[in-house]
């Protein structure tokens, strides 16, 4: 069983700045792909950033040079840096883990508001 504990949403104004955190906890040996998805309200879920054990990035084209991803395979901790935000940043963010041989586990989900 792997646990995701999300931090760092929040209400913020426009191209103000977040960070957000997933740490992984339980049983894994190693864990391969992180990343987020996010859900804004009335949208489908759609892809944020993910990031490689090896630290291979992917961006959507919408958050390129805003948002960066990285990770802490120590602490099997995700991050995801989040400057100039827009209001249609508005969302529900999502991380995910993939442990190795494993299926992709799920946080619980984090708001995140901007406002004008």
């Known amino acids: 069983q792997v646990q995701l504990v999300e931090s760092g949403g929040g209400l913020v104004q426009a191209g103000g700045s977040l960070r957000l955190s997933c740490a992984a906890s339980?049983?894994?040996?190693?864990?391969?792909?992180m990343g987020w998805y996010r859900r804004a309200p009335g949208k489908q879920r759609e892809l944020v950033a993910g990031i490689t054990r090896g630290g291979s990035t992917n961006y959507a084209d919408s958050m390129k040079g805003r948002f960066t991803i990285s990770r802490d395979n120590a602490k099997n901790t995700v991050y995801l840096e989040m400057n100039s935000l827009k209001l249609e940043d508005t969302a529900v963010y999502y991380c995910?883990?993939?442990?190795?041989?494993?299926?992709?586990?799920w946080g619980q989900g984090i708001q995140v508001t901007v406002s004008s």
């Open positions: 339980g049983r894994m040996f190693s864990i391969g792909a």
């Open positions: 995910y883990v993939v442990p190795l041989g494993s299926t992709w586990n």
